[in-house]
């Protein structure tokens, strides 16, 4: 009897090992086709842009223009971002009407074992490559609130099927809208480091939320 018992246990502590480690290749497998996929988007964003320039002969440069110095600019998107950020965060997290975003967001990170290399790539790539084509480019080309809007409607959260995530989406359209005043008085960089940083801060807020929930 302790002979068969002790096989049992054995058996299903091989079982337990076998469905983790196939779990974990799925997984793993996955993960790798998504950041195939979320690189090849996003580094085609600002050769979009660079194509829609060449077409209407207007320079590319343009979209690199200094209006104000370096360290200014870095200072601007820094501070706007780290404020930005923290302020979606605790929105997302503590107000009821926003908890399908909140939801969304947690289970991502949760079933995709999202870590901070993922999130310091993910808000690296969306903040140089997403800020090119919608500031650098589409904004110089149709205005700041139409290229703005377009940006907020592409993150789907202009949802006429949920009125709150429209309402998170007015929330985003003025965010969006301040980035675009960035571009516009100070330069790029300072939108694409508003924006690398909001979207860090946010990945990794509700990262450490999930850990707290036992998600690692």
């Given at each position: 009897?302790?002979?068969?018992?002790?096989?049992?246990?054995?058996?299903?502590?091989?079982?337990?090992?076998?469905?983790?480690?196939?779990?974990?290749?799925?997984?793993?497998?996955?993960?790798?086709?998504?950041?195939?996929?979320?690189?090849?988007?996003?580094?085609?964003?600002?050769?979009?842009?660079?194509?829609?320039?060449?077409?209407?002969?207007?320079?590319?440069?343009?979209?690199?223009?200094?209006?104000?110095?370096?360290?200014?600019?870095?200072?601007?998107?820094?501070?706007?971002?780290?404020?930005?950020?923290?302020?979606?965060?605790?929105?997302?997290?503590?107000?009821?009407?926003?908890k399908i975003i909140k939801e969304l967001v947690m289970k991502i990170i949760k079933e995709y074992?999202?870590?901070?290399?993922?999130?310091?790539?993910?808000?690296?790539?969306?903040?140089?490559?997403?800020?090119?084509?919608?500031?650098?480019?589409?904004?110089?080309?149709?205005?700041?609130?139409?290229?703005?809007?377009?940006?907020?409607?592409?993150?789907?959260?202009?949802?006429?099927?949920?009125?709150?995530?429209?309402?998170?989406?007015?929330?985003?359209?003025?965010?969006?809208?301040?980035?675009?005043?960035?571009?516009?008085?100070?330069?790029?960089?300072?939108?694409?480091?508003?924006?690398?940083?909001?979207?860090?801060?946010?990945?990794?807020?509700?990262?450490?939320?999930?850990?707290?929930?036992?998600?690692?």
């Amino acid at each position: 009897m302790h002979y068969k018992n002790k096989k049992f246990i054995n058996q299903n502590i091989l079982f337990f090992i076998k469905n983790a480690f196939s779990n974990w290749f799925l997984m793993t497998k996955y993960k790798n086709i998504i950041y195939v996929f979320v690189i090849i988007a996003e580094l085609s964003l600002p050769l979009l842009g660079f194509f829609i320039f060449l077409i209407i002969k207007k320079p590319f440069s343009s979209v690199f223009l200094m209006k104000m110095n370096f360290f200014v600019q870095i200072l601007y998107g820094t501070v706007l971002g780290i404020c930005a950020g923290f302020l979606s965060a605790v929105l997302v997290d503590k107000i009821k009407n926003f908890k399908i975003i909140k939801e969304l967001v947690m289970k991502i990170i949760k079933e995709y074992r999202i870590n901070l290399f993922d999130i310091t790539l993910i808000s690296f790539l969306a903040g140089i490559c997403e800020e090119i084509l919608f500031r650098g480019v589409l904004q110089q080309l149709t205005g700041l609130f139409l290229s703005s809007f377009i940006f907020i409607l592409l993150h789907g959260y202009f949802n006429p099927f949920n009125l709150n995530i429209s309402i998170f989406g007015l929330f985003m359209y003025i965010l969006s809208l301040i980035i675009g005043i960035s571009f516009e008085y100070f330069g790029i960089l300072s939108a694409i480091v508003f924006h690398f940083l909001y979207d860090f801060i946010v990945l990794y807020y509700f990262k450490k939320k999930s850990c707290s929930y036992g998600f690692k």
